[in-house]
């Protein structure tokens, strides 16, 4: 017995739907030039998207790589702090340093001590941070000359420092650090450093922990803090808190009370500044949103009104509206087909040029970067083109009900 082949419901509207968008016929020439025109459209919408999300998370994860440079992710120091550099000292024990350990997502523990200063030359003097540690790996990458420090009056200078100073790698200087008397400690500069991060770079000059602990008087296991850094910032939360569980009930050995505190609440202006690119991202989604749901509305109707002695030859034959509508529905997702291929083919390209060229420059000294970042962030990338796609879908069911509006006996008429 001979099987009835299977027909996929809606196959017939599918296949009408094909034949008028891919034919040539010459009654439909005269909307091609509008229909090219909506196919732009939605080609410029997906492309800004892609570039918006892209940028937006480029620059968040480079300005939380540079500010986690410099005070790490999250920092265990003395509660009885107040807002200045000269910060009071903890007892980090062995016990400590595993109980911080033993936290889920924390990769590396660094201990950390600052002091304020001021750098005298020949010319000039500046006020400074002596930041000594004994992590180097974010400013190994950073290094424009020169060596990292090796003994406690060897220090690492900002390029912007430098030039203020006029100073460059190997020469010496003098740094007066002020507390109960003076004292003077002559630097040696092995190198030169640049982050782009003006407000730090024109501030800090590092050195080894030992620095500090030789100009405070304090012992071995003595430091301003301990810096934490985690496998992923989206983790940040949980171990700050898990940390800060761990450790808020412990005393050192001097009696004093720990507190712990991550990058985002030591830096609340930076970090707002990036919430503000949140907002302006779901602005810019939102117009072209717009823009591409105005050029399918307006590709949709031109295409139903080229088709008009179709339609009604259709319902003259019997088709209902339903089956109408639906072909001009999957004919207008055609064209969105279309129109998000190659806006995802030229976004994710010049994504990607930029990202491997920096052929656009910023100024650094306003935005932290001397160039646009960009990031590929896939997950985002997958949901832009899932909700486009359904706002889109949602956007024709109004005008494809034109053609429920179409009679059959009038198109006649007309004809």
Known sequence: KIMPKYTPKYHMEWKIAQRLYFSDNKDQRSSRPAVRVALIGIIIGVLIMIVSISVVVGFKHEITQKVAGFGSHIQVVNFDNNSTFEL??????????????????????????????????????QGIV??????????????????????ANEVLLSSELA?????????????????????????????????CMTEMDKVFVLGHIDMVRQ?????????SGVEILVDDLRHLSTTTEAIYFATANRLDKDGNTLYTQNLQQLNPNIFGWLDLLDMNVAIIIILMLCVSGFSIITGLIIL????????????????????????????????????????????????????????????????????????FAWGWWILLNIGTLAVSWLILLAPSAIVTQISPAKVMHFE
Not at 132 to 144: E, L, R, S
Not at 181 to 195: E, K, M, P, S, W
Request: charged share 20%; proline share 3%; net charge neutral.
């Open 130 to 151: 002596f930041k000594g540690t004994d992590y180097w790996d974010y400013f190994t990458q950073n290094i424009v000359e020169g060596t990292l420090p090796q003994s």
């Open 88 to 125: 009071q000292p903890i007892r980090v024990t062995d016990t400590l340093l595993q109980t911080i350990r033993q936290q889920e997502h924390v990769t590396n523990i660094s201990l950390f001590a600052t002091k304020p200063g001021i750098i005298k030359t020949d010319s000039t003097f």
């Open 215 to 223: 100009l405070n008087g304090w012992d071995m296991d003595q430091a």
């Open 163 to 195: 030039s203020k100073l006029r100073v460059q790698v190997d020469d010496r200087l003098l740094c007066y650090f002020i507390e109960d008397d003076l004292r003077v400690r002559r630097l040696h500069i092995t190198g030169i450093y640049n982050t």
């Open 304 to 375: 139903i009104l080229d088709s008009i002695s179709l339609i009604g030859t259709l319902k003259a034959l019997g088709a209902n509206d339903q089956f109408v509508r639906r072909i001009f529905v999957y004919q207008a997702l055609m064209l969105i087909g279309k129109g998000m291929i190659w806006g995802n083919i030229i976004g994710l390209g010049f994504c990607a040029l930029q990202y491997f060229t920096h052929l656009i420059p910023l100024d650094a000294s306003s935005y932290y970067v001397s160039y646009v970042p960009m990031a």
